[in-house]
């Protein structure tokens, strides 16, 4: 088992960046996959980005040049480096985790409680 705690959420204007952290109560070195989604009111919760315990990472269209997931195995912490946000990016963001490949492909995972993203001037 694993237990997330995202921080970092907040107001920042267009154009502006954040960084949004996901502590894990441990060891992320073995863990097989973690990620960020999100969900915007009225919308369903979907993926920005992923990343394996083997570095690759992929992203949403909509965030693609924009974000940037990283792993820090040492401080056990998954980081979504956000730039130039735009409003629609304004969601309760969430982090979440996959400890094996096979519950990966069973879409088995463990969540955060999330952390509010607002974009807005």
């Known amino acids: 088992q694993v237990q997330l705690v995202e921080s970092g959420g907040g107001l920042v204007q267009p154009g502006g960046s954040l960084r949004l952290s996901c502590a894990a109560s441990r060891s992320i070195f073995s863990i097989y996959a973690t990620g960020w989604y999100r969900q915007a009111p009225g919308k369903e919760r979907e993926l920005v980005a992923g990343i394996t315990s083997g570095g690759n990472p992929n992203y949403a269209d909509s965030v693609k040049g924009r974000f940037t997931i990283s792993r820090d195995n040492a401080k056990n912490t998954i980081y979504l480096q956000m730039n130039s946000l735009k409003p629609e990016d304004t969601a309760v963001y969430y982090c979440?985790?996959?400890?094996?490949?096979?519950?990966?492909?069973?879409?088995?995972?463990?969540w955060g409680k999330g952390t509010l993203v607002t974009v807005s001037s």
């Open positions: 979440n985790a996959a400890l094996t490949e096979r519950t990966y492909s069973n879409r088995i995972y463990y």
